[in-house]
């Protein structure tokens, strides 16, 4: 892809060793904090851009997914005593399982309204959860046994352990994204998010690559709710299946570059950091003031430049080292 | 039993007109320009601040400011389409989503900051009066709210039928090439279509607040009504989106009191998902995917 | 010789309106085949309904190298040897003409190198090498059909489906055309073409079937369809002939 080439080795390499060793630069665990954030953020958003960055199919109900994933581990840890590294992993085969039934309904509608069947189906999971307390702990949730520094259960003193397994599970998604952007089923979902005729036409089976580029984007959602819940020891159905996860998961990737490897990640960045800034500017008194900023960079980003940041900062490369013709779209080269 | 039933769906009506009227705007903007707002129930939220306001620092009654709600979102309507809708036509489903869903997320959040998070509601003369029939309790400013709704839908569907600008809507609406070929002036026509669908949105938020808290998030509730309304009522189709929108309230009223105080919702939404699974077309008539 | 594709008793209503009535072909393997009548007569709905993107009324009948279409999805169609072509060119407008060519050529085969070889050679075939690396959507619309031929060639089919590749075309570049489908059938390819160009029509055709209000009213070798008296009337009936032949024709 034009822009979005990955960058030489040797690029990624050095990335890599500074995401790892920064946190043991980081004067306090707040920073540690953001940094957790942007590595789980950056996860879901890399794994809903598979659906909705390269197939185009604009979900808008991914904290179903998240949520199962959250629960499916929790249940398991709290009802069985099951080590949530192996719950994390039934958590994303059940989201994944979850996500033909909701996709057999979902992808009937097209557009703007298969945006809306998928938030009607993560609002329908959320209110199961909260009505049917049989099905887990309703309304009031639960916590999860605070374990003190128990690895095998997930469970670390030390902040920056969390902050390392987000960054696997980050790492883990964008080698996914990678491999699959490079091979057949990359073409695949981009030419069936331009057309989804014109892509039958040429042998394409556009409900089974729907299909499966849909449970694997909802498996790693579930893997991300798993974490979460660890990281923050509780569990209900508001937090689980809220809405700002499906917003936040669509916003950083189209913030930082739709169907692009690195957009969701350089997306994240700016969010999480910006949001950061003005909790630290503005106290806890901050509520309608990060979406509100949210919003305005999601507008300005629509009108002005489709691409993104990864936009942005390929036309800084080309005006800096001449080279690639403008282009304000991602463009997909063989 | 049968009285139960039979005030169940007298609710559900009631505040299914207000569906209604969300709805309606909803399918006129998609069936026009062919958009789908995500900030319509924003647009309910204001209209309801705008009542709120001029209720208790003026003294109006909410249903009276209809006079002033009206007018004043048909502008902001216009505003809408010419500064933003327009400038995503075309262009795809990414933009078009997303451009209405930040508005609406920038609203909810602006309101925030502005209003706080507190729920408004006003007291009128008839907020506690009711009129018994049999043994059918209706609160008359549901029943207000109600008739105005269906007086606004009977007026839009006669502009739609009889007026040169209501023909022209309906004619985008149906086969925009055609429309185009006939001489349509589409910036006019998609900004009258847009503010008559605001303005619809603000008259729904006037008449709720009669009766109902106004806060930030109140939109939510009421446009994911409106997006099931749409669906079932088969996209642009502005009969079918009063019709559903009615039975939306019903549904909702009937899950009320048949399944639980808190499972309103989950009727609607399990409804909409079988819906979709037995007729991914909306129930009146065809609409090609 | 065997037949490629046979189609018997295809009907399609949509609502009141007949688009295809009882309408029966065939097409033996390696010839080449013109669809033509006016405009509204139905041959873009039938390649519509032999594809797989609109479903047969009960009764019709679509058997393509022995096996039964009707039924089956467009991509299942295509993977069969079906390949075809829209009559208003559907690019991929945000992958180039590598990559368009490409998702076609994955069809029969999916690693990379092999299919962007053979993306290439579909390229080649239809001249468009030097624009390989264009984004679809900054194409001609002449460029965009050739982009679309070639995807189609791409998917190696047996039978091809050519919806008015030449339409608004120019003498020389109808010539070219009219060279390229020689050669695809030089290939042992058997082609139906919708074409309103007639020059285009004598040159490749074998064989011409003329549809008229959804209904086959001629069929035959070019020379004689083109003077049955039923055939002159509805061109002439339709306003047909006072119609630039090469002029685009929404159908």
């Known amino acids: 892809m034009a822009g979005t080439r990955i960058p030489p080795g040797v690029f990624v390499a050095a990335l890599a060793v500074v995401a790892v060793a920064a946190p043991l630069a980081m004067p306090t665990p707040f920073y540690v904090d953001i940094m957790i954030r942007v590595a789980l953020f950056s996860f879901i958003g890399v794994a809903w851009n598979l659906l909705g960055g390269y197939a185009k199919q604009l979900s808008l109900g991914h904290a179903a ?12 840890e709290v009802n069985y005593g099951v080590s949530p590294w192996i719950g994390m992993l039934a958590g994303g085969v059940v989201a994944a399982a979850a996500s033909l039934p909701i996709g057999a309904m979902c992808f009937r509608l097209r557009g703007p309204y298969f945006a809306i069947s998928t938030i009607a189906t993560a609002q329908v999971l959320m209110l199961l959860f909260l009505k049917f307390r049989g099905l887990a702990w309703g309304a009031e949730g639960t916590t999860i046994p605070n374990l003190g520094d128990a690895p095998l259960m997930m469970q670390f003193a030390a902040k920056a352990a969390y902050y390392y397994v987000a960054l696997a599970l980050l790492a883990v998604a964008l080698v996914v994204t990678w491999l699959i952007e490079r091979s057949w089923m990359g073409y695949y979902l981009v030419a069936l998010g331009e057309d989804e005729d014109a892509a039958e036409a040429v042998g394409v089976n556009v409900p089974r690559i729907k299909r499966h580029v849909f449970a694997i984007s909802a498996f790693l959602t579930g893997l991300a709710g798993t974490f979460y819940i660890q990281y923050i020891y509780f569990i209900d159905p508001n937090t689980a299946f809220s809405f700002n996860i499906s917003v936040e998961a669509a916003l950083v990737s189209i913030v930082g570059g739709i169907g692009t490897l690195w957009g969701p990640v350089l997306g994240t960045a700016l969010l999480e950091v910006t949001s950061a800034l003005l909790q630290s500017w503005l106290g806890a008194g901050l509520g309608g003031v990060q979406l509100t900023i949210y919003a305005l960079i999601l507008m300005a980003v629509i009108l002005l430049r ?25 463009v997909f080269d063989g | 039993m049968l009285i139960t039933l039979a005030q169940a769906v007298v609710n559900g009506l009631l505040i299914g007109g207000i569906y209604a009227l969300v709805s309606i705007g909803v399918t006129l903007i998609f069936g026009v320009v062919k958009v789908v707002n995500f900030a319509q129930g924003e647009f309910v939220m204001l209209g309801m601040y705008v009542s709120f306001f001029l209720a ?12 002033v709600s009206v007018p004043v979102l048909f502008v902001l309507g216009m505003l809408l389409q010419h500064y933003l809708i327009r400038r995503v036509l075309g262009l795809g489903d990414m933009p078009q989503i997303f451009l209405t869903f930040a ?37 008359v400013p549901k029943l207000i709210a109600f008739a105005v709704a269906m007086g606004l839908s009977a007026l839009l569907w006669v502009f ?16 925009y090439d055609v429309a185009m070929l006939m001489g349509i002036n589409p910036d006019r026509v998609f900004a009258v279509a847009v503010g008559i669908a605001i303005a619809l949105a603000g008259a729904a938020g006037s008449l709720l607040m009669a009766f109902y808290p106004a806060y930030p998030m109140v939109g939510q509730v009421f446009v994911l009504m409106a997006f099931v309304a749409v669906v079932l009522g088969t ?49 009146f008539g065809g609409w090609a995917r | 010789m065997a037949d490629a594709l046979v189609v018997r008793d295809l009907s399609k209503r949509f609502g009141g309106l007949l688009a295809v009535q009882s309408f029966s072909f065939s097409v033996a393997e390696n010839e080449t085949m013109a669809l033509i009548g006016p405009n509204g007569a139905g041959k873009t709905t039938s390649f519509h309904l032999i594809t797989g993107y609109h ?23 295509c993977a069969f040897g079906l390949a075809r072509t829209f009559q208003v060119a559907r690019p991929f407008g945000h992958m180039t003409v590598l990559a368009n060519v490409m998702t076609g050529a994955f069809l029969r085969g999916r690693k990379l190198e092999a299919a962007r070889e053979r993306a290439r050679e579909a390229i080649a075939f239809v001249g468009l090498e030097a624009r390989a690396h264009t984004p679809a959507r900054d194409l001609t619309t002449i460029d965009q059909r050739r982009l679309e031929m070639a995807r189609a060639l791409a998917t190696e089919p047996r039978l091809l489906m050519f919806d008015e590749v030449m339409a608004g075309l120019n003498p020389s570049e109808i010539d070219q055309a009219v060279a390229l489908i020689g050669k695809l059938s030089g290939r042992g390819l058997t082609i139906i073409i919708i074409e309103h160009v007639m020059r285009a029509i004598m040159a490749v055709a074998s064989r011409i079937v003329v549809l008229d209000h959804g209904q086959k009213i001629a069929e035959g070798e070019p020379k004689e ?23 685009e024709a929404p159908c």
């Open chain 1, 65 to 76: 997914f998240f949520g199962l994933g959250a629960y499916t581990s929790t249940i398991l």
């Open chain 1, 306 to 330: 489709p691409t993104g940041l990864i936009g942005l900062l390929t036309d800084a490369r080309d005006r800096l080292f001449g080279g690639g013709k403008r282009t304000k779209e991602v």
């Open chain 2, 56 to 67: 208790t620092r003026l003294g109006m009654d909410p249903i009276v400011s209809l006079v």
């Open chain 2, 103 to 139: 508005l609406s997320l920038l609203m909810m959040n602006v309101a925030l900051m502005a209003f706080s998070a507190n729920y408004r509601t006003i007291q009128t003369a008839y907020s506690n009066l009711a009129l018994h029939f049999g043994g059918l309790y209706v609160p």
């Open chain 2, 160 to 175: 739609l039928k009889t007026t040169d600008l209501g023909k022209a809507m309906r004619a985008a609406a149906q086969n």
């Open chain 2, 235 to 283: 996209l642009g189709n502005v009969t079918g989106a009063l019709i559903a929108g009615l039975m939306m309230g019903v549904a909702e009223s009937l899950g009320i009191q048949f399944v639980g105080a808190d499972s309103g919702m989950i009727v609607v939404f399990v409804m909409f998902l079988v819906t979709l699974m037995i007729r991914p077309n909306g129930l």
């Open chain 3, 55 to 77: 479903r047969p009324d009960p009764g019709s009948s679509v058997v393509a190298f022995g096996r039964e279409l009707v039924g089956l999805k467009p991509h299942d169609i």
């Open chain 3, 225 to 247: 369809v083109m003077s049955d008296p039923d055939v002159i009337r509805a061109y002439l009936g339709s306003g047909y002939a006072a119609k630039p032949a090469a002029g």
